[in-house]
């Protein structure tokens, strides 16, 4: 059997106990499927003394991860720390100059470095992977970077963040408000005391520009994408979506557009009960991926918590422990960095599933024919404008519309909307959400 493996862990929570705790009551069965044994013979921790149900020798702690990656005598440095900036970026960067390979599952660090390390890593042979910085235990990126070789990518999209997707889940059956199931997303911990970055789309944002990468063999942009969160989806939305036979989710979606730019946004989407997406619920994610070569593929599975990313972590090492020495490296985006094209943003497409618009508005006449003429003036054809409100036959309350647009462009719709508000009628901030009717899911 060939040497050991030797990696080094910088992060012990959730996630690095999981790994350490798999490695070590799996270490004869890993072996034998590996063809080598896998050793943790370096970790490091913000605290040392924290009892993470995990034995590890005194002798294998490093004092930092600067100094774990830089004098650690390892094959993979394998970091769980998280975060764009220091000590990540540096310790990564580190190790790959020494020609170690690196496993990580930060996508905040990719989407901002990603291909700065990656050229890095191609520079000194070393291997740059990170299965778990997106969807964790579902292998998109594996499918991406290889098992979808020589396939077109027409559209990536999917439901990316857990806590958001376990929200809006809860909202729909158990008819709470947003504020009520975010606080008990916090305390089961899927949420965290300051979660901006989950529901305003943030973390999603990062995971899709690295699939964006990946899929359409770009440079990240993660700041190029249109960007909405979920906060401001109240259970009217939720309740009249219902009505119309739709569920909404916070979708991450990343298509070739006809222009030859990539359209990427993130945004609450309304998409039918009987699709496949529809029904992933809780902090489930899924993935889909549209080729013309393979046709449409849906990937869902567990995409958070210890073991599911510790899953995924483990696979990435596991592919390594497998490679032949002196085996040709795959590129960390699926192509080398000199390869990769710049990112061109196109505009956003008419979509083909419309507009769900909801506007509440003062009860008096001629409303109804003032937002029709408004949608009219904008090229806007409607599918349905209906009156939805608990208030229906109460005169003088505010009553809610809600408009279904057919295909429409985004500054249609967005023009159509500021003119309304400019009539003085509106109650509120209107609410726009797009609606996507996937072919097969």
Not at 11 to 37: F, K, N, Y
Not at 61 to 68: N, R, S, V
Request: net charge negative; glycine share 10%; with cysteine.
């Amino acid at each position: 059997m060939a040497d050991a493996l030797r990696i080094g862990i910088a992060g012990l929570g959730t996630v690095g106990a999981s790994l350490v705790r798999i490695l070590t009551e799996r270490r004869d069965s890993l072996a034998t499927t590996c063809g080598r044994p896998i050793e943790v013979v370096a970790v490091t921790a913000r605290d040392r003394a924290k009892d993470r149900g995990i034995a590890l020798a005194d002798d294998i702690w490093f004092a930092d991860a600067g100094a774990l990656a830089a004098d650690a005598e390892m094959d993979v440095f394998v970091e769980l720390m998280g975060g764009a900036g220091d000590p990540a970026y540096s310790a990564v960067k580190t190790a790959l100059a020494r020609g170690i390979h690196v496993v990580t599952a930060n996508k905040a660090l990719l989407a901002s470095h990603g291909i700065e390390l990656a050229g890095i890593a191609e520079k000194h042979g070393a291997l740059l992977n990170y299965e778990a910085a997106v969807a964790g235990g579902i292998p998109v990126i594996k499918a991406l970077r290889e098992s979808m070789t020589g396939n077109t990518i027409a559209r990536v999209y999917g439901i990316m963040n857990g806590t958001c997707n376990y929200i809006l889940t809860k909202m729909e059956k158990e008819g709470l408000s947003f504020e009520a199931c975010l606080k008990e997303a916090q305390r089961l911990g899927y949420a965290e005391a300051d979660p901006a970055f989950d529901i305003e789309g943030n973390d999603t944002a990062h995971k899709l520009a690295i699939l964006t990468s990946l899929a359409f063999g770009t440079a990240i942009a993660a700041d190029d994408i249109y960007l909405e969160g979920i906060t401001n989806i109240s259970i009217e939305d939720i309740q009249a979506a219902s009505d119309l036979g739709y569920r909404i989710k916070l979708l991450g979606v990343a298509q070739r557009t006809d222009s030859g730019g990539i359209e990427q946004r993130v945004h609450p989407t309304m998409v039918p009960f009987d699709s496949v997406i529809a029904q992933v619920d809780g902090v489930t994610n899924a993935v889909a991926i549209e080729s013309d070569i393979l046709g449409e593929l849906l990937m869902v599975g567990p995409g958070a918590g210890g073991n599911a990313t510790a899953s995924a972590v483990l696979g990435d090492i596991a592919d390594i422990a497998k490679s032949r020495p002196g085996a040709q490296h795959v590129p960390a985006f699926g192509r080398p960095v000199a390869a990769l094209i710049p990112y061109t943003r196109a505009q956003i497409q008419s979509h083909e599933g419309g507009y769900f618009i909801r506007l509440k508005v003062i009860d008096r006449a001629g409303v109804f024919a003032s937002v029709a003429s408004r949608m009219a003036e904008n090229g806007i054809s409607l599918e349905s404008i209906m009156q939805h409100s608990k208030h229906t036959q109460e005169t003088g309350k505010p009553q809610t519309i809600i408009l279904v647009t057919h295909a429409t462009a985004e500054h249609s719709v967005r023009d159509a909307v500021a003119a309304i508000k400019g009539e003085g009628y509106l109650v509120g901030e209107p609410q726009v959400i797009r609606i996507e009717r996937p072919k097969d899911y």
